[in-house]
């Protein structure tokens, strides 16, 4: 338990640490780190579900500016739970909504420590220090939020057998129930925003066009997202892939003037 504990927690630390110092590789999107976590755990599948599931579920959540409702840690620490204890995807819906809440007291204290290096900051530059002005909203940033994510994970999951039966006996069914049902409902929400951004009168035969394949073939999502793929390179090669060729054309049919011919 300690060997898995150990990677979800360093998978947390690379999630809180995506943009800040790696640029932006999507891994503060719950779709790639449940995966990751699915991954390396033994059991991809289950991370893909519930990756996509809680991928919705932010994206129902739309953050503006600085406000919004951040379901990556809850998400990784709910796949690897779902994981070891063999729940269903449901569970894992409400086990990060509830992980989620917990963890925003932390993440105000988190703020309140960040907040509180300018002072440190101002006083090495006052002294001249700005090696040390420098350093400290560096790796002090780093370590502090590599704390703050590293050690919930790994103290839920490390603990995590335990956690679940408490949290199964300590709230009422209706009440996960409740918060699972409202988590899909904000599911479907993203979805919808999504369909929003992507479907227009270009595109929603291709949309209909995926349930007709899923429906009549019975195929799984892999299925119908390989079919997607060889299309989209198919239509490609149609519209563009003769383009070089007609500008060479174009360019031989030009008579360039010489001067030897006058």
């Known amino acids: 338990m300690f060997v898995k504990a150990l990677i979800v927690g360093l998978i947390a630390i690379y999630e809180r640490l995506d943009s800040r110092i790696l640029g932006r590789l999507n891994g503060e999107r719950p779709l790639i780190t449940c995966t ?31 406000s919004g409702y951040d379901m990556n840690l809850g998400s990784l620490i709910a796949t690897a739970l779902c994981i070891i204890n063999k729940l269903d995807v449901s569970s894992a819906l409400a086990i990060a909504t509830i992980v989620t809440t917990l963890y925003n007291a932390l993440v105000n204290l988190r ?21 040390a002005a420098k350093a400290y909203p560096l790796w002090g940033g780093i370590i502090v939020n590599a704390l703050f994510e590293f050690i919930p994970a790994f103290v839920v999951v490390y603990f995590g057998s335990g956690f679940v039966e408490k949290l199964n006996s300590m709230i009422p069914q209706v009440v996960i129930s409740g918060l699972s049902l409202g988590a899909q409902l904000v599911c479907f929400f993203g979805f919808a925003t999504l369909l929003n951004i992507m479907v227009n009168k270009k595109t929603w035969v291709f949309y209909f066009l995926g349930f007709l394949i899923a429906a009549l073939g019975h195929l799984n999502l ?17 519209r563009y892939g003769n383009d070089s060729g007609k500008t060479a054309l174009a360019g031989a049919g030009v008579d360039e003037h010489d001067e030897l011919d006058d």
Do not use: C, P, W
């Not at 960040?114 to 900051?121: E, F, G, V």
């Not at 892999?222 to 149609?238: D, Q």
């Open 111 to 131: 703020s309140i420590i960040l907040i509180s290096m300018n002072r440190s900051i101002h006083a090495a530059i006052d002294r001249g220090d700005f090696k």
């Open 36 to 66: 990751i976590v699915g991954l390396l755990l033994g059991d991809l599948k289950t991370g893909l579900a519930i990756g996509a599931q809680m991928e919705m579920v932010s994206m129902g959540f739309i953050a503006i500016g600085a």
């Open 222 to 238: 892999t299925y119908v997202a390989a079919v997607a793929i060889v299309l989209a390179f198919i239509f490609y090669h149609l």
